[in-house]
T-cell receptor, first 113, second 113 residues
Framework: DGGITQSPKYLFRKEGQNVTLSCEQNLNHDAMYWYRQDPGQGLRLIYYSQIVNDFQKGDIAEGYSVSREKKESFPLTVTSAQKNPTAFYLC????????????FGQGTRLTVV | GENVEQHPSTLSVQEGDSAVIKCTYSDSASNYFPWYKQELGKRPQLIIDIRSNVGEKKDQRIAVTLNKTAKHFSLHITETQPEDSAVYFCAASQDFGNEKLTFGTGTRLTIIP
């Protein structure tokens, strides 16, 4: 274990509140990703970043925001605009140089109460 | 964008038998196809990958085949063991500045002792 760390492991949020999920990596990877995992739907890409200060929307970006101010950090904010935020969120990183292995964090389970 | 379909969604095999999981992709520009294994409560981890310049790759009991013409690739596990029980995800991505991984919906493999 180690290399890419997500925190917290479990997170509870009240409806209408924004919440930020942390993702840190010490692998010196250029690329970082956020995926959402729901039962029967696999891993769906929310946002990704291939370099510092740049990021792109994935397939389900609505209601989410990210920043990439440092190479090792890629926090995800789940906003109140996300209609169904309860899910398991996985962060990943890779070297970003053409077809390289993605390393995943242990995930954050977000529950809206 | 890329769309990856994966079948079956669940698969049960007797210990010692073989298991096959199939994926199709839509974007002919995709040229990297990894497979990830996610054990219960753990993060996904890469088990094998294949690039478009080869048709088959083996690693002990695991093999992956790729048919670029038909746009499908498969994971083969031989002599299955209880520790092979997990959810398996296929994925596809491109090269050179567009390395984001698009995942299939996953296959829950259960090995029956």
């Amino acid at each position: 274990d180690g290399g890419i760390t997500q925190s917290p492991k479990y997170l509870f949020r009240k409806e209408g509140q924004n919440v930020t999920l942390s993702c840190e990596q010490n692998l010196n990877h250029d690329a970082m990703y956020w995926y959402r995992q729901d039962p029967g739907q696999g891993l769906r890409l929310i946002y990704y970043s291939q370099i510092v200060n740049d990021f792109q929307k994935g397939d389900i970006a609505e209601g989410y925001s990210v920043s990439r101010e440092k190479k090792e950090s890629f926090p995800l904010t789940v906003t109140s605009a996300q209609k169904n935020p309860t899910a398991f969120y996985l962060c990943a990183s890779s070297r970003g140089q053409s077809n390289t292995e993605a390393f995943f964090g242990q995930g954050t389970r977000l529950t809206v109460v | 964008g890329e769309n990856v379909e994966q079948h079956p969604s669940t698969l049960s095999v007797q210990e010692g038998d073989s298991a096959v999981i199939k994926c199709t992709y839509s974007d002919s520009a995709s040229n990297y196809f990894p497979w990830y294994k996610q054990e219960l409560g753990k993060r996904p981890q890469l088990i094998i990958d294949i690039r478009s310049n080869v048709g088959e790759k083996k690693d002990q009991r695991i093999a992956v085949t790729l048919n670029k013409t038909a746009k499908h690739f498969s994971l083969h596990i031989t002599e299955t063991q209880p520790e092979d029980s997990a959810v398996y995800f296929c994925a596809a991505s491109q090269d050179f500045g567009n390395e984001k991984l698009t995942f299939g919906t996953g296959t829950r493999l259960t090995i029956i002792p």
